[in-house]
């Protein structure tokens, strides 16, 4: 039998697994050229359509891999306080955690509506804290674009370290991309008043 996606919660937020009609509020951030100010900055390049969309969250399970297991979480307005609607998404976190437990790696987005509040801070530290404390990993890593100065800025306030630079690591729409790898080990991230 294979896990379910763990519910985790913030002040201000709830992580829980992606349903369908989550894809009617996420696919205008994520699609076409408005969704670029998302997907620049992604590996993803964004769905085709709202049914692919639809479709990959009507059918989302978590992957189980002898080696790992690999969590995607919407994030939420837990209690309406952002939106005006509890359980709306803002955007999505991921999480492939290793088995037996060692290094994690952590990728995420957020809505541009609902970015620059703390938002994606609450979200990340949940899931690293959950990722050294329920899984035992031994530190949680993460790739950004070198051109993302925001996200690399948010993951060192964080306590996230620079540990380097990843030449032509991946291809985005035709070109190749440098990316800089993040690492925080337990004792290191910065825990914030929520």
């Known amino acids: 039998m294979g896990r379910a996606t763990p ?14 009609n989550d894809a009617d509020v ?19 390049d964004g769905p085709a359509s709202i049914e692919e969309l639809r479709d990959y969250y009507e059918k989302y ?11 995607g979480w919407a994030i ?22 290793s088995i037996p437990p060692g290094a994690a790696e952590i990728g995420y987005y957020l809505a ?33 674009f070198t051109g993302n100065e925001a996200s690399q800025r948010l993951l060192e306030s964080l306590g996230f370290r620079n540990v380097g630079t990843l030449p032509e690591q991946h291809e985005k729409r035709g070109e190749t991309v440098d990316s800089y790898g993040y690492e925080v080990a337990p004792g290191q991230l910065r825990l914030g008043s929520e």
């Open 76 to 97: 939420r307005d837990r209690a309406g306080a952002i939106t005006g609607t509890p359980g709306r998404p803002l955007g999505s976190i991921g999480a492939r955690l």
């Open 7 to 20: 519910v985790l919660t913030t002040k201000r937020l709830t992580l829980s697994a992606p349903r369908a």
């Open 26 to 44: 996420i696919f205008p951030f994520v699609h076409g050229e408005p969704g670029r100010v998302v997907t620049d900055m992604l590996l993803w």
């Open 61 to 71: 399970v978590l992957k189980e891999e002898p080696d790992s297991v690999e969590f």
């Open 112 to 144: 541009p509506p609902y970015q620059r509040r703390g938002l994606m801070s609450e979200a990340i530290r949940t899931v690293v804290s959950y990722a050294f404390d329920e899984w035992g990993s031994s530190s949680v890593r993460a790739e950004v």
